[in-house]
């Protein structure tokens, strides 16, 4: 049997990661903050948005190609930086760079992921973006902003908003710990997922946040959500992006925007796109769902706008698009597929993603993406 027949959705992919997956790591991954309220409303506000199916117009020839700040990628979407991705399957990181380099769409890596910007520049072919969770130290600043460049990466993105750690309540009593350590429970539930024990096994180790390994020789375990990089870095202001644009040569993108007065300000700051997310309900209980805010930033900046936070499909990357995005990332469905399948995993995601929007603009009567934007208009039914 195919892996189109057995895993044809990313709920499929889901569905295997959580009977893969010890259960610690599962709720790291799967989590949201508090009640999981905006991740949920994240999910209903997206199926609320409705299409007009187009008839009569005949065979359509899809093309799913776009530019984005000056490069070219073969499909509207890419990977989204998450930490510690090395803890879902042994070198994520590497492995989904090298499938976003060779299916041509862009990969970020977190400041907290468990391998070096050294180790997986070299698989981006160059057009890596890099996550930065802001280093309050300008030495430290200054010498993780001259790694990742001479890495290879060519565009940064600052990460403001996570100005302080949140609960994630479910990820707490998880037991996950940073580094990570495997208590007497957290072993009882490795032993319940062979695959992923063996995995971690040939691996060698647990994975660590190795990028922050220069910058600090503390031992302290801590909570999953106050990790070492909380030790290292700070809350950003808007002195912080002046200084970033002055010393990043490249696209720099400011992810976090839900507020429109914030958008003209980024712009007027010269960032180079805006990354529109409530990062997927994981650090702001009462934020509202990222599709709803998305039609008025667009409307306050002319700068290209990205959306994550809640696609599940195809279906979904026309929406975010549809209501103003320029181009859609995902996180946690990546690493459902490599929990789910291994390395196998990115490379059928991808084919779930294209082959998704291949369908739905089959139906909508439009090739491309972006001309949702022309004529086919959504249908809000709140």
């Keep these: 049997m195919s892996l189109d027949a057995r895993y044809p959705a990313i709920s499929d992919l889901r569905d295997r990661a959580k009977r893969r997956l010890p259960r610690f790591v599962w709720d790291y991954l799967d989590s949201a903050t508090g009640r999981e309220i905006t991740q949920a409303a994240n999910r209903r506000a997206l199926d609320d948005i409705r299409f007009l ?3 009569l117009h005949g065979e359509i020839e899809t093309d799913l190609s776009t530019t984005f700040l000056g490069e070219d990628w073969s499909a509207p979407f890419g990977i ?3 930490g510690m991705s090395g803890l879902f399957w042994p070198h994520a990181e590497r492995l989904l760079a090298a499938h976003g380099h060779k299916a041509g769409i862009p990969y970020g890596l977190s400041s907290v992921a468990a391998t070096t ?3 997986v520049g070299p698989e981006t ?9 802001p280093p309050r130290d300008p030495e430290i600043r200054k010498d993780l902003l001259a790694r990742v ?21 479910r990820q707490l009593k998880g037991g996950l710990t940073q580094p990570p350590r495997l208590t007497p429970r957290l072993l009882a539930q490795t032993a319940l997922r062979p695959a992923w024990a063996l995995a971690m096994a040939r691996r060698g180790s647990l994975p660590r946040m190795e990028t922050l390994d220069r910058y600090t020789s503390s031992s302290q375990n801590l909570s999953s959500t106050a ?4 030790l290292l870095r700070t809350s950003p202001g808007w002195d912080y992006l002046k200084w970033l644009r002055e010393h990043w040569q490249g696209p720099l993108i400011v992810k976090g925007v839900l507020r429109q007065e914030d958008a003209s300000r980024l712009e007027a ?16 209980d009462a934020a509202p769902p990222t599709i709803e805010v998305l039609p008025g930033i667009r409307a306050a900046t002319d700068l290209p706008l990205i959306f994550d936070s809640g696609i599940e499909g195809g279906l979904d990357i026309l929406r975010a698009i549809a209501l103003g995005a320029d181009f859609v990332m995902l996180g946690r469905a990546w690493h459902y597929a490599l929990a789910a399948l291994g390395a196998e995993g990115p490379a059928h995601l991808h084919h779930i993603l294209t082959a998704d929007l291949a369908a739905n603009l ?4 439009v090739s491309r993406p972006l001309d949702l934007r022309g004529g086919s208009l959504p249908i809000a039914t709140r």
């Excluded at 990460?159 to 609960?167: G, N, Y």
């Excluded at 990790?227 to 909380?230: K, L």
């Excluded at 010269?270 to 702001?284: C, E, K, L, T, Y």
């Design 53 to 55: 199916p187009s008839i």
């Design 80 to 82: 989204s930086p998450l």
């Design 117 to 119: 910007p050294e180790a």
């Design 125 to 133: 072919g160059g057009r890596g973006w890099y996550q930065l969770y």
């Design 149 to 169: 460049k001479e890495s290879g990466f060519s565009t940064l993105v600052l990460t403001a908003d996570v100005p302080v750690a949140s609960r994630r309540e």
């Design 227 to 230: 990790h070492v990089g909380y």
């Design 269 to 284: 700051e010269g960032v180079d796109a805006i990354w529109v997310s409530n990062h997927a309900g994981r650090q702001f």
């Design 362 to 365: 089959g139906q909508l009567g």
